[in-house]
T-cell receptor
Framework: DGGITQSPKYLFRKEGQNVTLSCEQNLNHDAMYWYRQDPGQGLRLIYYSQIVNDFQKGDIAEGYSVSREKKESFPLTVTSAQKNPTAFYLCASSISGQGGSGNTIYFGEGSWLTVV | GQQLNQSPQSMFIQEGEDVSMNCTSS?????WLWYKQDPGEGPVLLIA?????ELTSNGRLTAQFGITRKDSFLNISASIPSDVGIYFC?????????????FGKGTRLHILP
């Protein structure tokens, strides 16, 4: 099946630990994104990547890091510097990496991260 | 930064009623997208609009790209229990080289028993 796969669905982090959320897409999309969603809230952009080996900070990048070594993969690391990491994390992708009209973004099923 | 104003923030309706929600902005957009999110799941694309004035339907859902390119609405006819969820609008700005798509804060739809 074509789509965006996030794993794990549920993740628990101890204080001071780094954790990595996986995102893989087989849609051959150029652009990939990570969003954070807090309960009852909208989506906030953490990082995005338009092309392999390149990525930009979104609105709330502090305490997070990403890599884009392969077109289909865009893992997100939540570092110990992120003081309030408990949230629902959504990975997304879209076809165009160069702007323009007609860009449509598709989402994975999300990952819940809880600090224990 | 640019913002999308989505309203209403929440709605409580009876099953069978029609629903209308909208998004507005002071900026012009060249793409409008509407999503539905069920609890604990990722948003699912409902309708994509790429042209000013475009009116598109998907079953009981209808969405329009406003003529001014600054707004869009989503209508749901004859609501059913599975329509419950959060509906998000999203828009892409013209000449937006970084492909960053802006999201509204969502409309939470409740259906009263």
């Amino acid at each position: 099946d074509g789509g965006i796969t996030q794993s794990p669905k549920y993740l628990f982090r101890k204080e001071g630990q780094n954790v990595t959320l996986s995102c893989e897409q087989n849609l051959n999309h150029d652009a990939m994104y990570w969003y954070r969603q807090d309960p009852g809230q909208g989506l906030r952009l953490i990082y995005y990547s338009q092309i392999v080996n390149d990525f930009q900070k979104g609105d709330i990048a502090e305490g997070y890091s990403v890599s884009r070594e392969k077109k289909e993969s865009f893992p997100l690391t939540v570092t110990s510097a992120q003081k309030n990491p408990t949230a629902f994390y959504l990975c997304a992708s879209s076809i165009s990496g160069q702007g323009g009209s007609g860009n449509t973004i598709y989402f994975g099923e999300g990952s819940w991260l809880t600090v224990v | 930064g640019q913002q999308l104003n989505q309203s209403p923030q929440s709605m409580f309706i009876q099953e069978g009623e029609d629903v209308s929600m909208n998004c507005t902005s002071s900026s012009i957009f060249n793409t409008w997208l509407w999503y539905k999110q069920d609890p604990g799941e990722g948003p699912v694309l409902l309708i994509a609009l790429y042209k000013a004035g475009e009116l598109t339907s998907n079953g009981r859902l209808t969405a329009q790209f406003g003529i001014t390119r600054k707004d869009s609405f989503l209508n749901i006819s004859a609501s059913i229990p599975s329509d419950v969820g959060i509906y998000f609008c999203a828009g892409q700005l013209p000449g937006n080289r970084d492909d960053k798509i802006i999201f509204g804060k969502g409309t939470r739809l409740h259906i009263l028993p």
